[in-house]
């Protein structure tokens, strides 16, 4: 069986539900953590780290953060959490779950 992969996503959305400014604030977040990689993976300078992506979700900006960031380096783990906490953001998380070996579906 494939195994699961948890993520959280940080939402643009306040808990008072304002949106999150700048609005390039995914995106910065997502370059910041882009030296962090899975392991023996070529880094380019124009692209971003996997366990950090941008995105859109139903309209919203949103980055998602790949669990195993945290093993890789447990200091960026916590700068993508301080990030949310500190800018009071809502997070949701979940868990992707693999069709197949290399085909995963989002939830």
Known sequence: MAESVRQFI????TSGGSKFRPSD????????MSPY?????VASPFTYSPYVVPTFIDGVKCVVVDERLRALEPLAW???????????LRTVEACLIPD??????QP
């Open 10 to 13: 940080i939402q643009g959305i």
């Open 25 to 32: 604030w995914a995106e910065r977040l997502a370059g910041v």
């Open 78 to 88: 916590q700068f993508v959490n301080d990030f949310a906490r500190d800018n009071d």
């Open 100 to 105: 197949a070996p290399g085909k995963p579906r």
């Open 37 to 41: 990689r899975p392991k023996g993976s």
